[in-house]
């Protein structure tokens, strides 16, 4: 199973600044990784696939790169709404794991 | 509008069984792999299972596979969770998702849920 650790677990960030979410995968899982955002009492929101493809409507200050075992969520202007948890996923093996989530809180 | 409505969910004791479904609308669901994606209280996401869009590939998490059956009927654009000897760490809300292609490539579309709870 491929383990992915996600840092930093919390990220404390004002509005308007640029947030930076990492992800590591345990062996290479080439570019089949996702990003999701989740907020409180909701499900996930799928944000980013393929390490890079933004999902349908995500705004463009989402965005995500790296390749191989190292990934990177940037959020370039954080806005009120984006104060989530965040989580990496890889799909390159079954099964499916999940990093452990950050926490981008104001 | 894509739709995922679960159900089945509900208080269940240890070693008992229990069946989720989940309602697919708005896309062609046999055109694309299924997950269940569960949430225990307060933690993070597990992926429970999945299987493909013809059912030629299934996959488990190690933590259910030989108790959790996953299945789908494209005739009637329903996905199913068979889950046997239940445990209290089975405990957690429980998500019908779609992926974003016809195996695995991302899950664009999660059901609100359906609540397991295993206890005595």
């Known amino acids: 199973e491929i383990v992915m650790t996600q840092s930093p677990a919390t990220l404390s960030v004002s509005p308007g600044e640029r947030a930076t979410l990492s992800c590591r995968a345990s062996?290479?899982?080439?570019?089949?990784l996702a990003w999701y955002q989740q907020r409180p009492g909701q499900a996930p929101r799928l944000l980013i696939y393929?390490?890079?493809t933004r999902a349908t409507g995500l705004p463009a200050r989402f965005s995500g790169g790296g390749s191989g075992t190292e990934f990177t969520l940037t959020i370039s202007s954080l806005q009120s709404e984006d104060f989530a948890v965040y989580y990496c996923?890889?799909?390159?093996?079954?099964?499916?794991?999940f990093g452990g989530g950050t926490k981008v809180e104001i | 509008e894509v739709q995922l409505v679960e159900s089945g969910g509900g208080l269940v004791q240890p070693g008992r069984s229990l069946r989720l479904s989940c309602a697919a609308s708005g896309f062609t669901f046999h055109d694309y792999a299924m997950h269940w994606v569960r949430q225990a209280p307060g933690e993070g996401l597990e992926w429970v299972s999945g299987?493909?869009?013809?059912?030629?590939?299934?996959g488990y998490a190690a933590s259910v596979k030989g108790r959790f059956t996953i299945s789908r009927d494209n005739a009637n654009n329903s996905l199913y969770l068979q889950m046997n000897s239940l445990r209290a760490e089975d405990t957690a809300l429980y998500y019908c998702v779609k992926d974003v292609t016809f195996d695995s490539r991302g899950f664009d579309y999660w059901g609100q849920g359906t609540l397991v709870t295993v206890s005595s």
């Open positions: 996923q890889q799909y390159n093996n079954w099964p499916v794991t």
């Open positions: 299987i493909t869009w013809n059912s030629g590939s299934i």
């Open positions: 393929d390490a890079s």
């Open positions: 062996q290479s899982v080439s570019s089949n």
